[in-house]
Structures are given as structure tokens and as C-alpha cells.
């Protein structure tokens, strides 16, 4: 088969999909398929887009390690002229020649429905849960509601907006210990455990780098 591995993205898990991306290509590659490997934001300029796609045969292997510093996104926004289309050009007509689309992307459009979405609009087969699926999964909050609506036990929430409410609230209704975290990331981005109130403000500042309303959890201690 002829496969697209879409990675990257305009994500704080940018480079989490990067790697993960490297090595799906690889075992894609080791399965005797034909990869084309591409950053969903960044796209391709290549004249001949069957070019992309790396054979079996080639001894193309792909590699990308995580950094210990976070992707810098408005410099990589920046440095493709501040483009706001989450694809980038050449991806579509890319994938549009394959017989199907691995979804190597972590957070944002790629694990939200945005980007599945799109490619049912073209018919294009991929991998994964449908956008709807999608969407669900990746807010946090709905996916709670869902849950408790089948009776399905989750930690006791409540969604948190530091401009309209205060730490009261959630000592009253959640109590410490707690964990703090962004509604729609992934790859623990955001994440906190806060044992008491001395660690509450620099959780709260450290999710709402990533979005501005937060979902505090009940602490559940593992077994």
C-alpha cells in the first residue's frame, strides 16, 4: 500500500507526533508499504508528489527525537509567513494518492476531529475514530458527561476559569489533593498534581499556558 504518515502540526505536542510519526514510518516501511512522511502544517513543495513516497527498497529510515525544550509555534508560524491554514500546501493532493492516511499527529487538529473531518470531506480513508468520535474524546469535560451518562465511574470534576472563579470553589466541591489540567491536550501537557493549596497558583498558570479554562479532577491514588 501506498501510505501518508501526517505528523507535526501547529500542536504543543508537536514533537511527541514527530517521533512517534518517525517510527510508525519505519514499521510501515519494514511492512513492505510505501511511505510518504510529512508535517501536516509545513506540507510539501515537491514538484512530483510520487517522489514522497520512500520504497521498501530504498533504506529510507526516519528519526526525530524529543527535545527538553517545548516547540517554539509562533516561530515556526513565523517562518512559513505567519500562515494561519492549519494544512499546509501539497498535504490533501498528497494524500489524495494514497490508499490511505496514518494520523500520526498529536493534540489539536489532529486528535480533535478537525483533521478528520476534512479528509471525509475528500474521501480520503485513514486511521482512528471518525471526526465525531474524535471530538468527543479530546474534551475532557464532555467526555466526563458522556461517561456518567452510562453510569461509567470517573473522578469527581469541575471546569475552572481563573478569570471568574476562585481556588474556593474547588476546595469546597473537590477538595486537595487534585489534579489540574487542560480541557482538550494530550501528552500530559499542562498537568499538575496539587497536593494543597501552596501549589495551586503555578498549576493553574502552567494549564492555562495551553487554554485558558482548566478541569480540576479529584486525586485518585493508584493501588
Known amino acids: ?40 502544517y509545513e506540507g510539501t513543495d515537491a514538484a512530483d508528489l510520487e517522489s514522497c513516497f520512500a520504497k521498501p527498497s530504498s533504506g529510507k529510515t526516519f528519526s ?23 494544512i499546509g500546501p501539497g498535504v490533501i493532493e498528497l494524500c489524495k494518492k494514497a490508499d490511505a492516511v496514518f494520523i500520526g499527529c498529536h493534540g489539536g487538529m489532529g486528535e480533535n476531529g478537525r483533521l478528520q473531518a476534512v479528509l471525509d470531506c475528500y474521501d480520503i480513508p485513514y486511521t482512528g475514530s471518525g471526526y465525531l468520535g474524535c471530538a468527543l474524546a479530546m474534551d475532557k469535560h464532555l467526555t466526563k458527561t458522556l461517561l456518567l451518562q452510562f453510569d461509567i465511574p470517573t473522578a469527581d470534576w469541575v471546569i475552572f476559569d481563573p478569570s471568574k472563579q476562585s481556588v474556593d470553589e474547588v476546595r469546597e466541591k473537590i477538595g486537595f489533593p487534585c489534579v489540574v489540567k487542560p480541557i482538550g491536550c494530550g501528552s500530559s501537557c499542562g498537568v499538575s498534581i496539587v497536593h494543597d493549596e501552596s501549589e495551586w497558583k503555578d498549576a493553574i498558570t502552567y494549564s492555562t499556558k495551553y487554554e485558558n479554562t482548566c478541569l480540576i479532577e479529584k486525586m485518585i491514588h493508584g493501588r
Not at 6 to 14: H, V
Not at 35 to 40: G, I, L, S, T, Y
Not at 64 to 86: C, F, M, N, Q, V
Request: with cysteine; hydrophobic share 45%.
Open 1 to 40: 500500500m501506498k501510505i501518508v504518515v501526517l505528523a507535526g502540526g501547529i500542536s504543543p505536542e508537536r514533537d511527541v507526533s514527530l517521533c512517534s510519526a518517525s517510527l510508525i514510518s519505519n514499521a510501515l516501511l519494514s511492512k513492505g508499504h510505501e511511505v510518504a512522511f510529512v508535517d501536516v
Open 64 to 86: 526525530y527525537s524529543i527535545p527538553e525544550t517545548e516547540p517554539d509555534l509562533p516561530a515556526i508560524i513565523a517562518s512559513h509567513g505567519g500562515r494561519k491554514e492549519l
